[in-house]
């Protein structure tokens, strides 16, 4: 059974910073590319970052880019996602996904973590 799930999030006040983390079993973590999402209230879920196999390829939403970093330890099945100079608006649900093949932006990945709060107050 394949399982994501992520930990880290909570309450930050502005300009602070949150380390999400996301623990993958129940497949070959090497061979599967890893993104966060996030979806605020009232709003579609959007594309965060993204990290390839290896960790050689990373992408960005122009939002966060220069205060996102995602990253992942393969020995430790588990991808990262270090938040810095949060604002109000990184408010959301934030959610761990992979992929074995596909691109990277959109939502057709293969599996889904259930998410976790992050919740930057002004």
């Known amino acids: 059974q394949v399982q994501l799930v992520e930990s880290g999030g909570g309450l930050v006040q502005a300009g602070g910073s949150l380390r999400l983390s996301c623990a993958v079993s129940?497949?070959?973590?090497?061979?599967?590319?890893m993104a966060w999402f996030r979806q605020a209230p009232g709003k579609e879920r959007e594309f965060v970052a993204a990290?390839?196999?290896?960790?050689?390829?990373?992408h960005y939403a122009d939002s966060v880019k220069g205060r996102f970093t995602i990253s992942r330890d393969n020995a430790r099945n588990t991808v990262y996602l270090q938040m810095n100079s949060l604002k109000p608006e990184d408010t959301a649900v934030y959610y761990c996904?992979?992929?074995?093949?596909?691109?990277?932006?959109?939502?057709?990945?293969?599996?889904w973590g259930q998410g976790t709060q992050v919740t930057v107050s002004s």
């Open positions: 996904t992979g992929r074995s093949s596909g691109s990277y932006f959109t939502q057709d990945y293969d599996y």
């Open positions: 129940g497949l070959a973590f090497s061979t599967y590319a």
């Open positions: 990290i390839g196999r290896m960790g050689g390829i990373r």
